[in-house]
């Protein structure tokens, strides 16, 4: 039981490249969340998936894309990369998006450096 | 305010308690968390509290809530060197973003431990 995986770990892009981070759960979650960290900042949210076959925009989705493509992966694309995209993003997952069962567990992170 | 407030610094020597205080805004949150993040970690849930209890104590963590003045603590006793690391609070905010059960965090209180 791996629970939340991300790849990769760590990425250079140049700006104007794209990339997908992927993200996969092992835990049977119907909700998954795409953050990103900042120095000094505490999480924000990017794109969510309450369950299969949704997703909504959280406080920070501009220049991000999400899938869903089934209900183990939640992945999150940048188009354009831009030097404001330089983060760390962390997915997490939980079992439902609402109370009572709404605890999320995170992933180890994937560190992004655009140039 | 908007932000869930945490002071930013905590240092104290092993063997002492250590309390990491935080102020959130929702008073309708459902669940409140603290996590711990280990550098070039991810974040670990440590515990969390439902919004009806004012304590709850987990081996070396105790978690105080007042939902009156909207204030959690943390306290974790007989600190040790591996205890150092950035704990966040985070609250439960309903119909944040349209959606329940999302996630606002704190921007973290760093805990060194000093031998």
């Known amino acids: 039981n791996a629970g939340v995986t991300q790849t990769p770990k760590f990425q250079v892009l140049k700006t104007g490249q794209s990339m997908t981070l992927q993200c996969a759960q092992d835990m049977n979650h119907n909700s998954m969340y795409w953050y990103r960290q900042d120095p000094g900042m505490g999480l924000r949210l990017i794109y969510y998936?309450?369950?299969?076959?949704?997703?909504d925009k959280g406080e920070v989705p501009n220049g991000y894309n999400v899938s869903r493509l089934n209900k183990r992966e939640f992945s999150l694309r940048l188009e354009s990369a831009a030097p404001s995209q330089t983060s760390v993003y962390f997915c997490?997952?939980?079992?439902?998006?609402?109370?009572?069962?709404?605890?999320?567990?995170f992933g180890p992170g994937t560190r992004l450096l655009v140039l | 305010g908007e932000d869930v407030e945490q002071s930013l610094f905590l240092s104290v020597r092993e063997g002492d308690s250590s309390v990491i205080n935080c102020t959130y805004t929702d008073s309708s949150s459902t669940y409140l968390y603290w996590y711990k993040q280990e550098p070039g970690a991810g974040l670990q849930l440590l515990t969390y509290i439902f919004s009806n209890m004012d304590m709850k104590q987990d081996q070396r963590l105790t978690v105080l809530l007042n939902k009156k003045d909207k204030h959690l603590s943390l306290r974790i006793a007989d600190t040790q060197t591996g205890d150092s690391a950035i704990y966040f609070c985070?609250?439960?905010?309903?119909?944040?973003?349209?959606?329940?059960?999302?996630?606002?965090f704190g921007k973290g209180t760093k805990l060194s431990v000093k031998p």
């Open positions: 998936s309450a369950s299969e076959g949704t997703t």
């Open positions: 997490a997952s939980s079992k439902e998006a609402g109370p009572p069962q709404e605890t999320q567990y």
């Open positions: 985070a609250e439960s905010r309903a119909n944040y973003g349209g959606s329940q059960g999302n996630l606002i």
